[in-house]
């Protein structure tokens, strides 16, 4: 079974530079390189990742997708003088060529291409290669933007042809339009290509017609390019969340990739010359993690742009410690996507909805209109008067600020007597219990009759202990084989309330009795997917109605990016509790998806409630709470129904008010 992080980086990719002035092209130096790799280092991870050497690409990889005409161009600038190069660079834009461009470049693109073969034959899951020069803007016939070969390009093409794939995911996060990957696979439905990029309306670089979210793709392939442009700077956190969860993740999982590739720039990221945005570094934790559960875990990152090097530097740590499997840094700040961000997102979607299952019903939305909400405008102003050293000081504070504890746990289990689960690594069975009187006195919302039953008591005992544990952040999730849902989600909620924690996020999958009775007057959110539900719903106890026809591919993920996650990242909550009843309408993998991505929030401290009649589904969420390998299997999936979308839309009208992640689709 695949497992493990793989980190591909050489120091000969610093051997080039920028010969003489030009200060279009000053700010992608060698030390990019160095100072990503140190703080890696700093934060102990490259040691906890397999180094995977670099190679250089054969001339037969680099004409994949460029022509031999442009091959012979670059080797031919190995022998050439200072005057040479510089000639050479002005015949294309925004690049420059140096004595060691070649070799730096087939070590990049080598590199890449080590890493895509050490994923697809399962030596490692997941990796991210540190490399440059950069590729996602160079073609056919032309080096462009500080490229010289399309490493993400020509590696879907590599994959497709050596592996047989049929579907590869390109995820541009860089902050410019990756125009060379566009043109490249525009009329290939086998690579769906997202590129989301500052565009001002076409007045930022490289001012393309074509980078507009109406450019969709051609003949075969259209449908399969996904433009987002950012007509405003100072997009931030929730922008990109939302961009992710209204565009990006919904065709991605409709679209079923074998492998991700990420064109990983970070000049989209805070502090940037460049992007002129407002990410910070953990957002691209939070990217990395919901891309990681396409494809079966297989994500390939491949370093792309990126000019602030703290923030660089800080956020690809952040990519290759979610790579690992850590826990996730929690997004601070308000989460209003701002209303051009919702403009775009709004004008992508319409644009692709002839193309997408899952956008069939964007008309349905109860009209939203985005020019009406005077509210979430943003730091562009602050954007206006760029000064580096202000994101400097503004960056330590930050880092400094974010917790990193990996707790000594992964996930604990309480587990019925004689109950055989084969238990993954990083998972411990809880023997310990509490006391009679220390449950009793911990159950004084529930009636005296339920804690009679000596199996009751015995796990209520023993998740009170858990419950500590998660509390102290000794485990990072858990899991409780329960003879009743409902009386111990209603006694772990009780217990958290009483904790210094905030923010509770509660969710609950099919029937819970008593549940439904316990009154919630806003302390914390609770989320109900059920087959049935009563009338009465507030923006904090939230009834969803969703089913699921079994025997069929599903559909979940639709309403887990147009609601349910949407709504958990708004929250933020510090803790999250998730329930199943009786009578669920959701399948045992929708519940695995559903886990795997909330584990990006609140730490990833979940506490799991199934009933202890259930062991099948305990067996299958154990694994995802542990983060055993190769357990990410969530597609295909199919279209939603109409009558599962409509029960939704009617909900989300009531809500979205109050929950400003949620606003997306067209009015
Ligand atoms: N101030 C990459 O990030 N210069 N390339 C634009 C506008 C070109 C970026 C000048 C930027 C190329 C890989
Ligand atoms: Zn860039």
Request: charged share 20%.
């Given at each position: ?7 591909v ?10 010969l ?6 000053s ?118 933007g ?96 939302a ?12 679209f ?26 953990e ?6 993690n919901?891309?990681m ?17 703290r ?11 979610t ?162 849902s ?29 549940l ?38 599903s ?31 959701i ?8 886990i ?72």
């Amino acid at each position: 079974m695949a497992c493990g992080t793989a980190l591909v980086y050489d120091e000969e990719m610093m051997s080039y530079k920028l010969l003489w002035d030009d200060p279009e092209c000053s700010i992608e130096v060698p030390e990019r390189l160095s100072s990503s790799y140190k703080r890696l280092q700093d934060y102990d991870l490259v040691k906890r990742c397999i180094q995977l050497p670099v190679r250089e690409a054969t001339d037969e990889e680099i004409t994949l997708v460029h022509s031999h005409d442009y091959l012979q161009v670059v080797k031919s600038t190995q022998t050439m003088n200072e005057k040479e190069l510089k000639e050479i660079s002005q015949k294309y834009t925004a690049v420059f060529y140096h004595q060691n461009s070649f070799r730096c470049a087939k070590l990049s693109l080598g590199g890449t291409l080590q890493l895509v073969d050490a994923i697809l034959t399962r030596e490692v899951q997941n990796g991210m290669a540190i490399v440059r020069p950069p590729g996602h803007h160079s073609q056919r016939n032309q080096g462009n933007g500080f490229c010289v070969f399309n490493n993400v390009a020509i590696a879907a093409e590599y994959a497709k042809k050596k592996y047989k794939l049929e579907r590869i995911l390109i995820v541009d996060w860089d902050v410019h339009h990756g125009q060379g990957i566009q043109y490249i696979f525009e009329e290939d439905p086998s690579v769906l290509y997202f590129s989301w990029h500052r565009y001002e309306h076409k007045t930022f670089w490289p001012y393309l017609r074509e980078s507009d979210y109406d450019v969709i793709g051609r003949g075969k392939g259209t449908g399969f390019n996904i433009n987002l442009p950012w007509n405003k700077v100072g997009m931030g956190n929730a922008d990109y969340i939302a961009a992710f969860f209204h565009v990006l993740l919904p065709l991605a999982f409709e679209f079923n990739p074998e492998l991700v590739l990420v064109s990983a720039g970070y000049d989209s990221a805070i502090g940037d010359p460049e992007g002129r945005m407002c990410a910070t570094p953990e957002c691209f934790s939070h990217l990395t993690n919901m891309l990681m559960n396409l494809a079966g875990g297989k994500l390939c990152a491949v370093l792309e742009g990126g000019y602030n090097l703290r923030s660089l530097a800080e956020s690809v740590c952040m990519t290759v410690r979610t790579l690992l499997g850590d826990p996730l840094p929690r997004l601070t700040g308000e989460m209003t996507p701002c209303h051009s961000a919702l403009e775009s997102i709004q004008n992508v979607r319409a644009a692709h909805t002839p193309y997408w299952k899952c956008l069939l019903y964007n008309e349905i939305k109860s009209a939203h209109d985005p020019s009406s909400e005077g509210d979430s405008q943003h730091s562009s102003d602050q954007q206006q008067n760029f000064d580096t050293a202000m994101f400097d000081i503004f960056l330590d504070s930050h880092m400094k600020k974010i917790e990193f504890a990996v707790p000594p746990l992964r996930t604990c289990a309480v587990l019925p007597e004689g109950c055989c689960l084969a238990l993954p690594d990083g998972v411990l069975v809880e023997e310990k219990t509490a006391t009679r009187e220390h449950i009793i006195a911990c159950s004084s919302s529930l009636p005296n009759e339920l804690l009679e039953k000596e199996t009751m008591l015995a796990t209520l005992g023993k998740m009170l202990v858990i419950l500590n544990k998660l509390l102290e952040y000794q485990t990072m999730n858990s899991i409780v084989l329960s003879p009743d849902s409902s009386v111990c989600a209603t006694f772990a909620i009780k217990h958290v309330l009483a904790s210094p924690v905030k923010r509770l996020l509660c969710i609950n999958i099919g029937d819970l009795g008593i549940l439904h009775e316990f009154d919630n007057d806003g302390e914390y959110v609770c989320l109900n997917i059920c087959g049935t539900y009563p009338t009465g719903m507030s923006n904090r106890q939230i009834y969803l109605k969703w089913t699921e026809s079994p025997n069929e591919y599903s559909s979940f993920f639709y309403i887990i990016f147009c609601c349910i996650l949407p709504l958990a990242y708004n929250y933020q909550p510090d803790f999250i509790i998730i329930t199943t009843g009786s009578n669920r309408t959701i399948g045992d993998k929708d519940i695995s998806l559903l886990i795997s991505l909330l584990q990006g929030l609140a730490n990833g401290r979940i506490l799991t409630i199934i009933p202890e009649t259930e062991p099948k589904l305990g067996q299958k969420l154990v694994k995802c709470l542990s983060d055993s390998p190769g357990e990410k299997h969530f597609g295909p999936h199919r279209a939603p129904s109409l009558e599962n979308i409509q029960n939704l839309k009617e909900k989300l009208d009531i809500i979205e008010k109050e929950w400003k992640m949620l606003q997306c689709s067209a009015s």
